[in-house]
């Protein structure tokens, strides 16, 4: 039995690993923390729990077919319901929207708002859908070796298709001219941690995939994917090894040969590496040599995704929001958004975004009370970093005193009986996020498809990537497909052996 080491037991991990050990080998995961999942952890204190990270969950099929490809019933693991209404949008003069999954209301909805813009908004999903069904079939279900794998004639002929050059904020608002309405279709970039301002306009299918296929909610929250695949990877006969951090990828003559752990080395067919791209490059190849182009020099000059500032606080009292995901906007938005990409600050005015799950799933907070997480995009840390004490109390006190305007949260200060802060320092230090970027390195133009760093490692054999930086990029259903086209490229070299 051929031996496959994974190193860390974030989204893409668990699912790499499922896929390998349902394949037959012999499958070890090393995760550097004592829980599994990576950003996809959940809190668990005094009878709250809060999702650490992601909490929307779209394109279900993309989470089912892990389990489905173990021979399993998604059902057991992630029971899903879909939520109505998928989102709420607010903006601070009090205007608000809840978005429905059911085209009836959706577009009764919008005809209020105003009818040119319905038939925009009409248009404008016809239009991404056909970039979409361009970029699944010809992009992200596949993985890149040489640049004659991207560009030859007829892969030009998709990429001119795409019609990506243009960035999403603009391409949106040739079909919606209204100011609410473009907002509403536009922070989606967020979610990838990039900015809708300069973001390819294809990232405009992130509201698409929500008109189209929902926003559905897992029993247990967001873990419950993580821990569904934790059990079946050892249901199926793999090992997870906890407070394991990884030290080194050895790699001889252009050959990985296995890893070395706490000091132990570690000797396996293949490695496929979890840990975020960038760390492991700066961190784990210690030699520049056996890295390709990948210099500390190049690693540092690359673009990097947006971070996030989130509360979660553990409420004594329900708070009835009309949604389970709602969106705040700042009253200047582009403000917002140039604070986080290109000033470097942290937003004056943010942005907010509230997770209020208790509405779906009573499991996750004690009886009549709130788990809430409240999100703030702020910039990664090559950007800003002075997150002292001071910094992170005055924030937090900036954001619920915007919270505090908000309909129904305007006594939220006297209710908060637990509460814990991640800030982008956490989130390197918890889970060698480089940067602390969340979403991992900037999916801009020339760091997508062939230009993001491979599913299959270019500078040494027998080493394999997955995760939020590589090939197809972050989000969920994103990282789960770069598990899927890492092990298919493992696969492939090792049936040529
Ligand atoms: C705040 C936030 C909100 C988000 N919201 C959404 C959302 O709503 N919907 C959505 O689809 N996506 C969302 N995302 C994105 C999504 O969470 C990520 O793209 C995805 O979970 C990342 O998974 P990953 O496997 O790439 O990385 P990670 O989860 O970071 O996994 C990497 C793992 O490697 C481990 N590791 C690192 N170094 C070592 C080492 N040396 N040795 C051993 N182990 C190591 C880490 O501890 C970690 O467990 C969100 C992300 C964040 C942070």
């Known amino acids: 039995m051929k031996k496959v080491s994974v190193i860390g037991a974030g989204t ?42 992601p909490t929307i969950v779209m394109t279900p099929d993309i989470y089912n077919e892990v389990f489905e490809y173990a021979g399993r019933d998604p059902k057991d ?51 991404i859908y056909e970039r979409y069904l361009v970029a699944k079939n010809k992009i992200l279900n596949r993985s890149y070796r040489s640049l004659g794998e991207f560009i030859n004639p007829k892969s030009l002929l998709d990429i001119y298709r795409l019609k990506t050059f243009d960035n999403a904020y603009n391409e949106m608002g040739k079909f919606i001219k209204n100011d609410y309405l473009k907002k509403m279709f536009a922070f989606q970039t967020l979610y990838i941690g990039i900015s809708p301002h300069s973001g390819p306009s294809l990232y405009n299918m992130i509201p698409m995939l929500e008109m189209f296929y929902g926003i559905w909610h897992i029993k247990g929250g967001m ?60 961190n784990l190849i210690p030699n520049e040599k056996d890295r390709g182009k990948y210099t500390d020099k190049k690693v540092n000059n690359m673009e990097y995704s947006c971070s996030c500032f989130i509360l979660y606080l553990g409420v004594d009292k329900a708070y009835p929001t009309e949604a389970v995901h709602t969106f705040h906007i700042a ?120 230009f993001r760093p491979h599913n299959k490692f270019d500078y040494a054999d027998n080493l394999y990537f997955c995760g939020s930086s590589i090939h197809p990029g972050a989000g969920v259903p994103t990282v789960l497909q770069s598990a899927k086209l890492s092990v298919e490229e493992l696969l492939k070299d090792d049936r040529e052996k």
């Open 223 to 282: 873990y419950s994917m993580a821990k569904g695949m934790a059990d079946l990877f050892e249901e199926l006969g793999g090992t997870i090894h906890l407070n394991a951090p990884v030290e080194e990828i050895l790699i001889e003559d252009k050959e990985a040969k296995g890893i070395r752990v706490n000091g132990e080395e570690i000797l396996s067919d293949y490695t496929m590496v979890n840990a975020d791209f960038p760390y492991t490059m700066t």
């Open 331 to 450: 009253d200047d938005f582009d403000r917002n958004i140039s604070d986080i990409f290109d000033a470097g600050v942290l937003p004056e005015d943010p942005s907010i975004y509230v997770f209020n799950v208790s509405q779906v799933d009573k499991s996750l907070s004690p009886e009549d009370r709130d788990s809430l997480y409240v999100l703030v995009p702020v910039p990664e840390l090559s950007l800003f970093d002075e997150w002292t004490e001071e910094t992170i109390q005055n924030y937090r006190e900036k954001v619920l005193n915007i919270l505090t305007d908000i309909e129904p949260f305007q006594d939220i200060k006297e209710h908060i009986r637990y509460e814990s802060i991640y800030t982008p320092k956490m989130f390197e230090e918890n889970f060698n996020a480089y940067n602390g970027a969340t979403f991992g390195l900037r999916p801009s133009l020339f760091q997508s498809a062939y």
């Open 12 to 53: 893409a991990g668990l699912a790499a690993a499922v896929r390998l050990q349902t394949e037959g080998y012999d499958v070890h995961l090393y995760e550097k923390n004592s829980k599994i999942g990576g950003k996809m952890f959940q809190i668990n204190e005094e009878g709250y729990r809060f999702d650490v990270g």
């Open 77 to 127: 693991y992630i029971p899903m319901q879909k939520l109505d209404p998928m989102i709420g949008v607010t903006y601070r003069d009090g205007k608000k929207f809840n978005l429905s999954n059911d085209f009836v209301e959706l577009i009764k909805l919008l005809e209020e708002e105003s009818e040119e813009d319905t038939s925009g908004f009409i248009k404008y999903m016809s239009n």
